[in-house]
């Protein structure tokens, strides 16, 4: 780690250590609506790290107050939209996701949890975006949402909120396997002018402050997240696309491969974190 803070210098990144900062309490508990939620778990067999951490407990204490109420909760005012869109029908079938699902709350639970998931349609990993679309244009025969919309953040959050406690458990083996290695391979791949990878701040230097932020171990179980600095709800492959233009690299598209395998690979990496959609982060 010492040899990682060192090519972190190096970049002009100024990296410092957590003693003294003081702004979050690294033992609080997730109880959210009366639930703990698994925030910290012995890592897999496999995995560069022994204990996993959400993102949650790196935040400061008043961040963290914001997702242990519902009502506090900025990201619920999207999961009210959702509901209405839920009901609503729409495209060329003239039906809403109720008319063929029935209750979010038994159709849609478990699913935020796998994902990206197998899609054996198109030999290849969907995401959930990539899952909504699908039925949107195949079933309820209406128009793609835009990845970063309302309507898909929205959605998202809440067939996410449906899996809420449950850990994350995605499959990495079979047919998702050259995809897990190929998302692997970008997260140890340095890009941008600064030539740094993910690992270099999710890995080896999570707990440390980065300016003035509070580095985490770079989950996605909590996604979307409500971040304050967005003001509003953001996808995963949004904060990808973040962390790869703070270090001037070109970042992928939303929906890409590229991204998909990344998600994937970081999905992995938080296997037994519980499912916290939709979170709050700064
Ligand atoms: C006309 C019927 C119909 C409508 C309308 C419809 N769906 Fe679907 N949806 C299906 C069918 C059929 C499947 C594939 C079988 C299954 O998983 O239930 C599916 C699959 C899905 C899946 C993947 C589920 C899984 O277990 O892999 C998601 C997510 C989904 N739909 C979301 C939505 C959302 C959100 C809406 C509304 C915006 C919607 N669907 C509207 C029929 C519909
Ligand atoms: C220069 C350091 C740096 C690099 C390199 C970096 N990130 Fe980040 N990342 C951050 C900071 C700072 C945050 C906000 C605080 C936190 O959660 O760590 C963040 C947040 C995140 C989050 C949100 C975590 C949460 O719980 O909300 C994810 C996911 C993430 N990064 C993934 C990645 C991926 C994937 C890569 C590689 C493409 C990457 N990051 C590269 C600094 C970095």
């Known amino acids: 780690m010492r040899g990682t803070v060192a090519i972190l210098g190096a970049s002009a990144l ?3 250590g957590f003693a003294g900062f003081g702004i979050a309490d690294e033992e609080a508990e997730l109880v959210v609506e009366g639930e703990t939620l698994v925030s910290r778990v012995a890592a897999p ?5 022994d204990q996993l951490m ?17 009502f506090e909760n900025p990201g619920f005012a999207a999961i009210t939209l959702a509901e209405e869109v839920w009901e609503t029908a729409a495209g060329t079938s003239g039906k809403s996701c109720a008319d063929c699902h029935g209750d979010a709350g038994e159709a849609m639970k478990g699913l935020r949890a796998q994902m990206p998931k197998w899609s054996e349609t198109a030999g290849e990993p969907w ?14 025969g209406a128009e793609a949402w835009k990845w970063e919309s309302d309507e ?18 995605v499959q990495i083996d079979g047919p998702m396997e050259e995809w897990w290695e190929r998302g692997k391979e970008l997260y140890y791949t340095r890009v941008g002018q600064l030539d740094l990878a993910c690992y270099h701040c999710h890995e080896g230097n999570y707990g440390n402050m980065i300016r003035a932020d509070h580095l985490s171990q770079g989950q996605v179980n909590g996604f979307p997240v ?13 904060r990808f696309k973040g962390c790869m233009e703070n270090i001037r690299a070109v970042p992928y598209k939303r929906g890409s491969d590229e ?10 990496r938080g296997m037994g974190l519980s499912v916290e959609t939709p979170s709050v982060r700064n």
Not at 226 to 238: A, D, N, P
């Open 54 to 70: 959400s993102g949650w407990v790196f935040r400061s204490d008043e961040t963290q107050a914001l997702q242990l109420d519902d």
């Open 226 to 238: 409500y971040r304050l600095k967005w003001g509003k709800l953001g996808s995963i492959h949004r």
């Open 259 to 268: 991204f998909t395998a990344l998600e994937l690979y970081v999905a992995s």
């Open 45 to 49: 067999e496999w995995h560069p790290l």
């Open 152 to 169: 898909m953040l929205a959605m998202t959050a809440f067939i996410g909120l449906q899996s809420r406690g449950m850990p994350v458990n």
């Open 14 to 16: 100024a990296i410092a």
């Open 127 to 140: 995401t959930l975006e990539d899952w909504i679309n699908w039925s949107r244009t195949e079933h309820q």
